[in-house]
């Protein structure tokens, strides 16, 4: 971590390029610092342009705008956005912010919470029973209810049960709270359009995998892989949205293990618990499923299916052996997940872990919330202003309760 070391392997990396290199980190670490101050209101949003001119200048536009106004070659390039499956945008709607934020995050030293992620929700939770509210799971919701033009409650699906509040805050899908669980007719019919018409992020494939090695105790690094097979970002992306999984792909290495060594729940003494991942298309043909789970679609059963599915856990596993030899040999359970699973549990639309795409059309005051012109009802998540990842979303819960609360 740190900027200047960053900085100073990237020069020595690409000597050739060092002085336009230079200038290029320059204008992210600078463009990174404004995200973060904006983000913690440190000023106005009048005074941006006197506060935070980079940002003005450049946080907005295309990162690939950036990279071509100083002529960095495509692999330096590339190498700047080793780390861009976090947001998997195209690069070329990729937003200089956007970039900047996720590289001043990893340079000053990602985080990762003692006993997982889990620890973040049972802290919410005690929380929240503390000042005398209830948590419920398995109670999916059907319809949030409206009296007079404003929010009156909620209704569940599977018990038919209503509760009474006068306080909606959406978590779910941005699309399906709009269209489903609110109803199109009860907004304005240009934020339909404007609801309808948003992008969602690419959605991932991700691989669970349990070794009978201890890497920990091999002294294998606390750190995270992005395993590129090509320079050519833009074209992996291009092919993406067609449809296609291209021979060339991102691989995204993480143990669990060795960033919470600790912990008893992460895998039994003498194993290790780690991730595998890639950037897949959004269509259901990729998985030969016809309609997905959330409009009653079976796909789990399924031969080809599942045929597919083991297809792509074995290439990631075999490119992530490039970081950990003989990891096959080692792996005594595996699971995956597509973005048909990410759907099934989450309700998601095209199955994203990530909301709407966070491009240059669509960012920022360009998307909706945390008000929204239904009385009562709020929304927070990663398709709102404040964007995806764990920090950005939790930030967009203290926006939805600030307005919530007027304070």
Same mark, same amino acid.
């Given at each position: 971590?740190?900027?200047?070391?960053?900085?100073?392997?990237? *020069?020595?990396?690409?000597?050739?390029?060092?002085?336009?290199?230079?200038?290029?980190?320059?204008?992210?670490?600078?463009?990174?610092?404004?995200?973060?101050?904006?983000?913690?209101?440190?000023?106005?949003?009048?005074?941006?342009?006197?506060?935070?001119?980079?940002?003005?200048?450049?946080?907005?536009?295309? #990162?690939?705008?950036?990279?071509?106004?100083?002529?960095?070659?495509?692999?330096?390039?590339?190498?700047?956005?080793?780390?861009?499956?976090?947001?998997?945008?195209?690069?070329?709607?990729?937003?200089?912010?956007?970039?900047?934020?996720?590289?001043?995050?990893?340079?000053?030293?990602?985080?990762?919470?003692?006993?997982?992620?889990?620890?973040?929700?049972?802290? *919410?939770?005690?929380?929240?029973?503390?000042?005398?509210?209830?948590?419920?799971?398995?109670?999916?919701?059907?319809?949030?209810?409206?009296?007079?033009?404003?929010?009156?409650?909620?209704?569940?699906?599977?018990?038919?049960?209503?509760?009474?509040?006068?306080? #909606?805050?959406?978590?779910?899908?941005?699309?399906?709270?709009?269209?489903?669980?609110?109803?199109?007719?009860?907004?304005?019919?240009?934020?339909?359009?404007?609801?309808?018409?948003?992008?969602?992020?690419?959605?991932?494939?991700?691989?669970?995998?349990?070794?009978?090695?201890?890497?920990?105790?091999?002294?294998?690094?606390?750190?995270?892989?992005?395993?590129?097979?090509?320079?050519?970002?833009?074209?992996?992306?291009?092919?993406?949205?067609?449809?296609?999984?291209?021979?060339?792909?991102?691989?995204?290495?993480?143990?669990?293990?060795?960033?919470?060594?600790?912990?008893?729940?992460?895998?039994?003494?003498?194993?290790?618990?780690?991730?595998?991942?890639?950037?897949?298309?959004?269509?259901?043909?990729?998985?030969?499923?016809?309609?997905?789970?959330?409009?009653?679609?079976?796909?789990?059963?399924?031969?080809?299916?599942?045929?597919?599915?083991?297809?792509?856990?074995?290439?990631?596993?075999?490119?992530?052996?490039?970081?950990?030899?003989?990891?096959?040999?080692?792996?005594?359970?595996?699971?995956?997940?597509?973005?048909?699973?990410?759907?099934?549990?989450?309700?998601?639309?095209?199955?994203?872990?990530?909301?709407?795409?966070?491009?240059?059309?669509?960012?920022?005051?360009?998307?909706?919330?945390?008000?929204?012109?239904?009385?009562?009802?709020?929304?927070?998540?990663?398709?709102?202003?404040?964007?995806?990842?764990?920090?950005?979303?939790?930030?967009?819960?203290?926006?939805?309760?600030?307005?919530?609360?007027?304070?």
């Amino acid at each position: 971590a740190s900027w200047d070391r960053y900085r100073a392997r990237l *020069l020595a990396t690409f000597p050739g390029e060092a002085e336009a290199l230079g200038r290029v980190v320059d204008v992210l670490r600078e463009v990174g610092a404004d995200v973060g101050r904006f983000q913690r209101r440190e000023f106005p949003l009048h005074e941006l342009a006197e506060q935070a001119p980079r940002f003005v200048e450049w946080g907005l536009r295309p #990162v690939t705008d950036l990279f071509a106004a100083h002529g960095l070659s495509q692999r330096a390039s590339a190498v700047l956005l080793g780390e861009q499956g976090d947001y998997a945008v195209r690069p070329s709607r990729a937003p200089t912010a956007l970039a900047a934020g996720l590289t001043d995050h990893y340079m000053r030293g990602a985080f990762y919470p003692v006993g997982g992620g889990q620890a973040m929700a049972a802290r *919410l939770v005690e929380a929240i029973r503390a000042y005398g509210g209830e948590v419920r799971t398995r109670a999916p919701v059907e319809r949030v209810r409206l009296e007079g033009g404003r929010v009156a409650g909620v209704g569940l699906a599977r018990t038919g049960a209503e509760i009474d509040a006068p306080v #909606v805050v959406s978590n779910a899908d941005l699309k399906r709270t709009v269209t489903e669980l609110v109803g199109a007719a009860h907004f304005a019919p240009e934020t339909v359009e404007r609801v309808r018409a948003f992008r969602m992020t690419l959605p991932l494939f991700a691989v669970y995998a349990g070794l009978d090695i201890d890497l920990v105790a091999q002294g294998f690094p606390n750190t995270n892989y992005w395993i590129w097979d090509t320079d050519d970002i833009e074209g992996i992306y291009a092919r993406l949205e067609q449809g296609e999984i291209p021979d060339e792909h991102v691989t995204y290495l993480t143990v669990t293990s060795t960033r919470d060594p600790d912990s008893a729940h992460v895998a039994p003494a003498g194993h290790t618990n780690l991730q595998v991942m890639t950037v897949v298309p959004q269509d259901y043909a990729t998985w030969n499923v016809e309609r997905g789970p959330h409009a009653g679609g079976r796909y789990h059963r399924d031969p080809e299916y599942r045929r597919r599915k083991r297809a792509l856990t074995e290439r990631l596993l075999a490119r992530a052996e490039s970081v950990i030899p003989g990891l096959r040999e080692h792996a005594v359970w595996t699971e995956a997940a597509t973005p048909v699973t990410q759907e099934r549990f989450t309700h998601s639309t095209g199955g994203t872990s990530y909301g709407i795409e966070f491009a240059t059309d669509q960012m920022g005051p360009l998307r909706v919330g945390p008000t929204t012109e239904v009385k009562g009802l709020f929304l927070c998540g990663a398709s709102t202003p404040s964007g995806h990842g764990i920090a950005n979303v939790m930030w967009s819960g203290v926006r939805a309760a600030s307005e919530v609360l007027e304070h």
